[in-house]
């Protein structure tokens, strides 16, 4: 029960990390936005985070997919591979979101490798 909850208070820290990346992007301050974004992902790669309940992988997800964005955007590299899969998993899980569109280029970078060729 007390990791749940650190594990929620660390996702509530990524987002507003995320939040700060969506802000950034909307002022065109792409590079700021990506290390936001790396930020969140960062936060959600500690130990004690459990990525699969439902505020770490919203966080997850589209702090991912904000980086994919913006990096393909930029000509770098985004996520790397664990953020790429975990993201790939949650967004399969539900069918009707938004972000399914992004299947296809996650899948993409996995098959490349999140560390390859862009």
Not at 3 to 12: D, G, H, I, V
């Amino acid at each position: 029960m007390l990791r749940a909850a650190r594990s929620y208070l660390t996702a509530l820290r990524a987002s507003r990390f995320f939040g700060r990346a969506v802000q950034l992007r909307a002022k065109a301050r792409n590079t700021e936005a990506m290390v936001a974004a790396r930020e969140a992902l960062a936060v959600l790669s500690q130990a004690h985070v459990i990525r699969t309940n439902p505020a770490e992988a919203s966080a997850l997800t589209c702090a991912t997919v904000l980086l994919e964005e913006i990096a393909q955007e930029l000509h770098v590299l985004g996520a790397d591979e664990r953020d790429i899969a975990d993201s790939l998993a949650c967004i399969r899980g539900i069918p009707e979101s938004d972000l399914v569109a992004w299947i296809p280029h996650l899948e993409w970078r996995l098959h490349k490798g999140a560390n390859g060729a862009l």
